[in-house]
């Protein structure tokens, strides 16, 4: 029977991915074990198996007589054990969440329903590396499959909005202190109703701007804010997580001819999921009936969403996404620019197709590869 290791399942990404695992059942025909940084001999998830009690993530032994490990832990550990394991000359499937490996060559970049072509024929050729997207990336090509998959894009800039999930779970807790502070400030003016706009946001702008201000992990103010940095500064002008967009995006394609993807990454005060403003330019003048038609079968999870205010405000919004995995789009209109310019907007749960879920599909892939 195939041996399974998992690492990493208590953090954000590693939660949902247990509880993805569990509601699809995924926890049958082969043989689990669970591996921890920190609690070794511990109990492990709910699982409905038995399941033996919690082993070292650093014992290369045990991590080497796996056939497949799934590691959530994150980047630091990636960078520790994997190399000790090949070096060791483990043969075993490495599927991993974090961006350690993404962009090595003996890697690929997963998202079975845009790239599923390159998927198996990696797995044809020996590839034993599979590793997760970046987030804003993989829900901007869920979205776009279509016309990539019918080469209708020349190239595309994503102006996304991104929530603070995808900073980490500390980050999340920090924007709800940020509200909270925020609100009990306001709340002797909310009750006034002699109060005006004005005395509020004077009160709220001094709240922001006081040193005392919880801003340990964002290291700034998001609750009735922005930031339109996210990651380190690159030789480019462009933060690393906006080199990200073209180089993984053409990377998980298996791009021979890459389509530049360029655009301003922001840090939003939304919870969870990212959203995204396109701008596409279309190689070709295509009926505008015809586009969303393509879009909207570009992949089961996609959902076209109309173009008037109702059903934008009703489905495309982290507050409708949130915990689903639709990947609406919508706003989809011609620009004044000319009619090969095409104009979308998007949003898409950053902790399932962004994290987890091409995990959860990859480790059920390579499975019955093997089987």
């Given at each position: 029977?195939?041996?399974?290791?998992?690492?990493?399942?208590?953090?954000?990404?590693?939660?949902?991915?247990?509880?993805?695992?569990?509601?699809?059942?995924?926890?049958?025909g082969?043989?689990?074990?669970?591996?921890?940084t920190?609690?070794?001999?511990?109990?492990?998830?709910?699982?409905?198996?038995?399941?033996?009690?919690?082993?070292?993530?650093?014992?290369?032994?045990?991590?080497?007589?796996m056939?497949?490990?799934?590691t959530?832990?994150?980047?630091?550990?990636?960078t520790?054990?994997?190399?000790?394991?090949?070096?060791?000359?483990?043969?075993?499937?490495?599927?991993?969440?974090a961006s350690?490996?993404?962009l090595?060559?003996?890697?690929?970049?997963?998202?079975?329903?845009?790239?599923?072509?390159?998927?198996?024929?990696g797995?044809?050729?020996?590839?034993?590396t599979?590793?997760g997207?970046?987030?804003?990336?993989?829900?901007?090509?869920?979205?776009?499959?279509?016309l990539?998959s019918?080469?209708?894009?020349?190239?595309?800039?994503?102006m996304?909005?991104?929530?603070?999930?995808?900073?980490?779970?500390?980050?999340?807790?920090?924007?709800?202190?940020?509200?909270?502070?925020?609100?009990?400030?306001?709340?002797?003016?909310?009750?006034?109703?002699?109060?005006?706009?004005?005395?509020?946001?004077?009160?709220?702008?001094?709240?922001?701007?006081?040193?005392?201000?919880p801003?340990?992990?964002?290291?700034?103010?998001?609750?009735?804010?922005?930031?339109?940095?996210?990651?380190?500064?690159?030789?480019?002008g462009?933060?690393?997580?906006?080199?990200?967009?073209?180089?993984?995006?053409?990377?998980?394609?298996g791009?021979?001819?890459?389509?530049?993807v360029?655009g301003?990454?922001?840090?939003?005060?939304?919870?969870?999921?990212?959203?995204?403003?396109?701008?596409?330019k279309?190689?070709?003048?295509v009926?505008?009936?015809d586009?969303?038609?393509?879009?909207?079968?570009?992949?089961p999870?996609?959902?076209?969403?109309?173009?008037?205010?109702?059903?934008?405000?009703k489905?495309?919004?982290?507050?409708?996404?949130?915990?689903?995995?639709?990947?609406?789009?919508?706003?989809?209109?011609?620009?004044?620019?000319?009619?090969?310019?095409?104009?979308?907007?998007?949003?898409?749960?950053?902790?399932?197709?962004?994290?987890?879920?091409p995990?959860?599909?990859?480790l059920?892939?390579?499975?019955?590869h093997?089987s």
């Open positions: 029977m195939l041996k399974v290791g998992f690492i990493g399942w208590r953090g954000m990404v590693g939660s949902v991915l247990m509880e993805r695992m569990n509601a699809e059942k995924d926890f049958n082969y043989e689990a074990l669970f591996f921890t920190s609690n070794v001999g511990g109990r492990g998830p709910d699982v409905g198996l038995e399941i033996p009690p919690l082993k070292d993530a650093h014992d290369l032994s045990l991590l080497s007589a056939d497949i490990l799934v959530c832990q994150g980047g630091d550990y990636t520790k054990v994997y190399p000790e394991l090949r070096k060791k000359g483990w043969k075993g499937y490495w599927l991993d969440s350690t490996l993404r090595e060559k003996d890697s690929i970049i997963v998202l079975d329903p845009v790239n599923r072509h390159v998927i198996d024929e797995l044809k050729s020996g590839m034993k599979y590793v997207g970046n987030c804003t990336v993989s829900l901007m090509l869920m979205a776009l499959s279509g990539y019918r080469g209708l894009v020349e190239w595309i800039s994503s996304t909005y991104q929530a603070a999930s995808g900073a980490g779970a500390n980050q999340m807790r920090e924007l709800i202190s940020q509200t909270a502070v925020l609100g009990l400030s306001a709340k002797p003016l909310l009750e006034n109703p002699a109060s005006t706009a004005l005395e509020i946001d004077a009160l709220i702008t001094r709240e922001l701007r006081k040193p005392s201000f801003q340990e992990f964002f290291g700034a103010p998001l609750a009735a804010s922005l930031f339109p940095w996210i990651d380190r500064l690159m030789e480019s462009q933060t690393r997580e906006e080199w990200k967009g073209h180089v993984e995006s053409n990377k998980i394609l791009a021979k001819t890459p389509i530049p360029d301003i990454c922001v840090r939003v005060g939304a919870m969870r999921c990212h959203s995204q403003g396109l701008t596409i279309l190689n070709k003048d009926p505008l009936g586009l969303t038609e393509i879009i909207g079968n570009g992949n999870w996609v959902k076209v969403v109309p173009n008037d205010k109702e059903s934008t405000l489905h495309l919004t982290p507050a409708a996404v949130s915990g689903t995995l639709t990947v609406p789009v919508g706003r989809i209109r011609k620009m004044i620019m000319g009619p090969t310019y095409l104009a979308g907007f998007t949003c898409g749960d950053q902790l399932l197709w962004g994290a987890a879920e995990i959860r599909r990859i059920n892939i390579v499975i019955e093997l």
